[in-house]
């Protein structure tokens, strides 16, 4: 754990001993179902998961509990790495789409009505 005045890590990675790199528990912090949920639905699409899931220990903790078990002896760091970055790009989508809108909303103002 972090020192007072270091900063917490946001993910660490749990593992038990003698365990293969397929099964892996990752501690998201700061973190809660809007990311989980999101996050175990894009691993999910991984053919080479075999699991995904998460908890959140207690309503009053920020942390989620990640658990991803992965077919074929497959580092379960991939999928996870893969599912967020698959995830930013959705979102990056959906911002910049979102933003085009809004321009082309602005513009429709700003004309004189006919």
Known sequence: ???????????????????????????????????????????????????CGYTITHPSESKIN???QTRGGAPATEPLRRGLNELNDVCQHVLDTFQARVNEFKERQEQPME
């Open 1 to 51: 754990m972090a020192a007072e005045g270091e900063k917490k890590p946001v993910l660490e990675m749990v593992q038990a001993d003698g365990s293969d790199e397929g099964c892996v528990t990752f501690v998201l912090h700061d973190e809660d179902h809007t990311l989980g949920n999101s996050l175990r639905y894009m691993i999910m699409k991984n053919a080479d998961v075999e699991f």
């Open 66 to 68: 990640f658990r991803i």
